[in-house]
């Protein structure tokens, strides 16, 4: 093969030429990337705040869902309050009453005993002690 001669200006010309064609290749394409990145970014930017108002959205839900829970929680503990002031009073109602049926009886036996007495000294003879 014979070698092809080229001047040393002629091939400084094309390492330039060269040169300057990689140079504009390079920043052409870094300029793509930075828009690719600045796409990336802007789509992650974007889906994280979608992310974060479900998250914000979620988390409102979750805390209305916990006041309603508080609240019917405070409304059982009222009722059973209630329930058990209700069963507490009957209670001392009917022991009240149960007292006042016994006293009842106790004065009705004791009444009863004093007329079995009178009685008893009424069926005694007139001047005889009884027994």
């Known amino acids: 093969m014979s070698d092809i001669i080229i001047s040393e200006a002629v091939f400084e010309s094309f390492l330039k030429s060269l040169h300057s064609k990689v140079a504009a290749e390079m920043q052409a394409f870094r300029a ?3 828009a690719h990145e600045a796409v990336y970014c802007a ?3 974007a889906g994280l705040e979608s992310k974060m108002c479900k998250a914000e959205e979620i988390e409102r839900r979750q805390h209305a869902v916990e006041d309603r ?3 019917a ?3 059982i503990e009222i009722k059973l309050r209630a329930a058990e002031d209700e069963i507490a009073r009957k ?3 009917a022991e009240d009453q149960i007292e006042r049926k016994r006293r009842a ?3 009705e036996i004791a009444r009863l005993r004093q007329l079995e007495r009178l009685r008893q000294t009424a ?9």
């Open 69 to 71: 829970l508080r609240a």
């Open 123 to 131: 069926a005694v003879e007139p001047g005889e002690r009884p027994q």
């Open 43 to 45: 789509q992650l930017s």
């Open 105 to 107: 009886a106790e004065d």
């Open 73 to 75: 929680e405070d409304q």
């Open 91 to 93: 209670r001392r109602a």
């Open 32 to 34: 793509r990337l930075d």
